[in-house]
């Protein structure tokens, strides 16, 4: 059994993109992918050989993640793979996007919702994108995940850090881990990758659950009682 798998791998793969992609060269990409859940070309020159690597198997990765229950999507602008895990039920692409960010935690949703409001205002002139790359304040996200969504960041810096951490594990930003890591004036790279990574129906949704949520708020809020009105006495001392 396993070794007419092997072999099929290797009919496969003969015939796939230039045919240069050995077994081992496969169950290396495979596991990266598995591993950190992406491959982004423009990340680093590793990644960009696997991307390119992973382009010329594409059809035999999707068959392979799909056996086990897998969905792997491929952003072809950004030049980005990215790998979801099963998980509820329902098949496709977008019901495998769904399960996997209906994992996700608010917080990281949040953040991630944001990002893609702040890049979007790049990329319609509203803020200066430089090598596509957007450069924030982590204040400056903290703000907009107040102010679009009513949510907050963690209150402390290791827990943003942690944060950011999973942020950057994802593709969707980059910064360097200083002495101000964690803190708010620490600078931030939102990355190319958050457009896939959260779609325009995803960020118009969340932004109408989070205008909703804040009408239902203020309906449920108690009404201030008005002071009972007072009759002012008059004096009448001095009158005609």
Known sequence: MLQSLQHYLEARLSTEGAGNIKPDHFAELAGRLLASGVLWRDYSKPEAQAYDAA???????????????FVLTHDL??????????????DGEDDGVKKLK???????????????FLYTEG???????IDEQ???????????????LG???????????????DLKKH??????????????????GVLRPVMSFVSDEA???????????????????????????????????GGA
């Open 203 to 237: 960020l118009e949704d969340a932004l109408a659950l989070a205008k909703q949520a804040a009408q239902n708020r203020r309906a449920r809020a108690p009404k201030a009682t008005p002071a009972p009105a007072t009759d002012t006495p008059v004096d009448n001392e």
């Open 77 to 90: 602008d950004a030049m980005l793979f990215r790998l979801y895990p099963p998980g509820g039920t329902g």
């Open 102 to 116: 209906a994992r996700l935690s608010p917080t990281f949703v949040a953040a991630c919702v944001a990002l893609r």
């Open 123 to 129: 990329l319609t002139g509203k803020r200066e994108l």
């Open 134 to 148: 957007l450069v924030i304040s982590l204040e400056e996200l903290s703000q907009a995940v107040v102010s679009l």
């Open 55 to 69: 382009v010329q198997c594409e059809q035999l990765l999707r068959e392979y993640f799909a056996a086990i229950g």
């Open 151 to 165: 949510h907050a960041l963690p209150a402390s810096a290791s827990e943003r850090l942690a944060l950011l951490r």
């Open 171 to 188: 593709r969707i930003v980059r910064f360097h881990e200083g002495d101000d890591a964690g803190h708010m004036d620490m600078l931030l």
